[in-house]
């Protein structure tokens, strides 16, 4: 609560940030500011170079799942941006969360071929995501679930390759955050 990193640099990284709880709040050297809450994803394309600083200004802890992807392609103007994904909108399928694949207009645009999902599950639900020959790594932000038959409890990752399809059950209420990479 209350505390943060202060300004520091970062190239040529794609950088996303989905908030499991509290709120997180962002600067930037290109004058962008804003707080992200719970459940919402910011996504900073840092291409040829930008200073943030990131912090907690809540009364609460926060705790985030930090993705890092590297870009397809070096420099690049830097870019930030953030998107509410509410958890309902998420129940029982997997919604692009940032994503530099065509066809996916409402998530955080990213520069690589690679795609953030966010769901939630109740207790029992089953749903699946097509991998093809990509390599995938799962979490669960919240809750528990079974991964291909394999347990996975809150916190817990799951690196995913040679799986044509990620079948996920939520063996308790569950958020979980999938990332689909080439």
């Known amino acids: 609560p209350n505390s943060g990193?202060?300004?520091?640099?970062?190239?040529?990284?794609?950088?996303?940030?989905?908030?499991?709880?509290?709120?997180?709040t962002h600067q930037d050297s290109l004058g962008n500011t804003g707080r992200t809450g719970a459940g919402d994803v910011q996504v900073m394309s840092a291409g040829s170079g930008i200073r943030h600083a990131e912090y907690n200004l809540e009364p609460e802890t926060t705790r985030i799942f930090q993705i890092w992807i590297a870009p397809g392609a070096r420099g690049g103007d830097p870019a930030w941006g953030a998107r509410p994904f509410p958890r309902g909108a998420r129940?029982?399928?997997?919604?692009?969360?940032?994503?530099?694949?065509?066809?996916?207009?409402?998530?955080?645009?990213?520069?690589?071929d690679a795609r953030v999902l966010g769901a939630?599950?109740?207790?029992?639900?089953?749903?699946?995501?097509?991998?093809?020959?990509?390599?995938?790594?799962?979490?669960?932000?919240?809750?528990?679930?079974?991964?291909?038959?394999?347990?996975?409890?809150?916190?817990?990752?799951?690196?995913?390759?040679?799986?044509?399809?990620?079948?996920?059950?939520?063996?308790?209420?569950?958020?979980?955050?999938?990332?689909?990479?080439?």
């Open 5 to 24: 990193f202060p300004p520091h640099p970062h190239a040529d990284m794609e950088i996303v940030t989905y908030v499991r709880d509290g709120a997180i």
């Open 91 to 112: 129940a029982g399928r997997f919604v692009p969360l940032a994503s530099g694949r065509p066809g996916d207009p409402e998530a955080r645009a990213i520069r690589a």
């Open 120 to 182: 939630t599950r109740k207790a029992g639900e089953t749903a699946e995501y097509e991998l093809d020959v990509r390599w995938g790594y799962l979490a669960a932000a919240r809750g528990a679930i079974e991964v291909n038959g394999v347990e996975v409890g809150m916190r817990d990752g799951a690196a995913i390759r040679d799986e044509a399809v990620v079948r996920v059950t939520a063996t308790e209420d569950a958020e979980v955050v999938l990332v689909d990479a080439a």
